[in-house]
Each structure stands twice: as C-alpha cells, then as structure tokens.
C-alpha cells in the first residue's frame, strides 16, 4: 500500500481537518475514532500476511487506543453529559 501525505479531496491543512472533526457532535466524532481503528486493522492484518509482525502489532495497539477513545466519546461524554444538553440530535 502506498501511504499518502494528505487526505484526498480534502483542500486544507492537517490541522483544519482536525479542527473541523473536532467539532463534530461527539457520537459522531466517536464514529469517526472507529472508522479509524477499523482502517488501521485492515492495515494491521495485510501486514501480519505479509510477515511484518512487528509493524502489525503496533498498528494494532493504535487502533485498540482509537477504540477506547470512541467508547469514551461516545458512553460517557456524548450519552452521559451531553446528550441531555442537546436539543436536537
């Protein structure tokens, strides 16, 4: 896989992105940490089958940290705080 330096059809910097992600409602935020994860897992697997064990395990260790912070975004900041304060969503 040839890795890319920007996010395609996307205009603005890093930062921008991140920013605008930022400020996403929270349950919607938190399913973004999980496409991640799911992303880096794929990535993970195709390189465990290609014998780079170690590069695997650490993408995997990424991605297990995306997965806790989804759970967090979404089971106590989003339902537990902020949903409440919404008057939409």
């Given at each position: 896989m040839k890795h890319s330096i920007n996010v395609g059809g996307y205009k603005g910097t890093l930062?921008?992105?991140a920013k605008s992600e930022g400020k996403m409602r929270y349950d919607y935020l938190a399913e973004s940490y999980g496409h991640k994860a799911d992303d880096l897992m794929e990535q993970a697997e195709a390189d465990r089958n290609r014998g780079n064990v170690e590069l695997?395990?650490?993408l995997e260790l990424v991605a297990q940290d995306l997965y806790r912070a989804r759970d967090r975004m979404k089971n106590i900041i989003w339902e537990k705080i902020c949903k409440k304060h919404m008057k939409y969503y």
């Amino acid at each position: 896989m040839k890795h890319s330096i920007n996010v395609g059809g996307y205009k603005g910097t890093l930062k921008e992105l991140a920013k605008s992600e930022g400020k996403m409602r929270y349950d919607y935020l938190a399913e973004s940490y999980g496409h991640k994860a799911d992303d880096l897992m794929e990535q993970a697997e195709a390189d465990r089958n290609r014998g780079n064990v170690e590069l695997a395990s650490q993408l995997e260790l990424v991605a297990q940290d995306l997965y806790r912070a989804r759970d967090r975004m979404k089971n106590i900041i989003w339902e537990k705080i902020c949903k409440k304060h919404m008057k939409y969503y």
